[in-house]
């Protein structure tokens, strides 16, 4: 008997308390409320060590979080397994939960990072900016039939991904290196 392996997860992480920190977890909620075919929405304030095992049982995975300085309205983008020279329970980026996966488990899920552009993050508060909503819809507009066709690797090499550098933690957010123009 073979083991079965689901299909998506989407790991949806922010603090929605830190206004637009909170566009990872309201694309969690966006994606949640469709419920996709094979696909499985978790949302969180932070990655954390046990999401390794849970990554483990999907084929693949996709890092949904706000940027804080990439470029509009989002980034998506495969990512490479990475593995940490220390982690803390308090920060651990997409890349080192993949590397987790796979020395703690023996499983290699394709990976992706989703990094919706966000602006207000330095005060308290539950709502998204504006722009920040713009650039969630254009996040959802993108990744649906991206998620319905299962054609991620295509959908990641068509926006372009070598303007970034590999998305790491920051103020909650995925980081971006901003392109020169």
Do not use: W
Request: charged fraction near 20%.
């Amino acid at each position: 008997m073979s083991e079965r392996f689901d299909d998506v997860l989407i790991l949806c992480y922010g603090n929605p308390g830190r206004l637009d920190d909170g566009l990872g977890p309201a694309f969690g909620e966006a994606m949640a409320q469709l419920s996709l075919a094979g696909v499985t929405v978790d949302i969180d304030y932070q990655l954390t060590v046990e999401e390794a095992e849970r990554m483990a049982q999907f084929k693949t995975v996709i890092f949904a979080d706000a940027s804080v300085n990439s470029r509009e309205p989002f980034f998506f983008r495969r990512i490479e397994a990475k593995p940490a020279l220390g982690f803390t329970s308090h920060h651990l980026d997409p890349e080192n939960l993949l590397a987790l996966t796979q020395e703690l488990f023996h499983r290699e899920p394709e990976g992706f990072a989703l990094g919706i552009r966000g602006y207000d993050f330095n005060e308290f508060g539950e709502t998204l900016s504006a722009s920040a909503q713009k650039n969630l819809a254009a996040a959802l507009q993108f990744i649906l039939p991206v998620i319905r066709a299962r054609n991620f690797n295509n959908a990641a090499a068509a926006l372009n991904p070598t303007h970034y550098d590999n998305p790491t933690a920051c103020q909650g957010g995925l980081q971006c290196k901003t392109e020169n123009m």
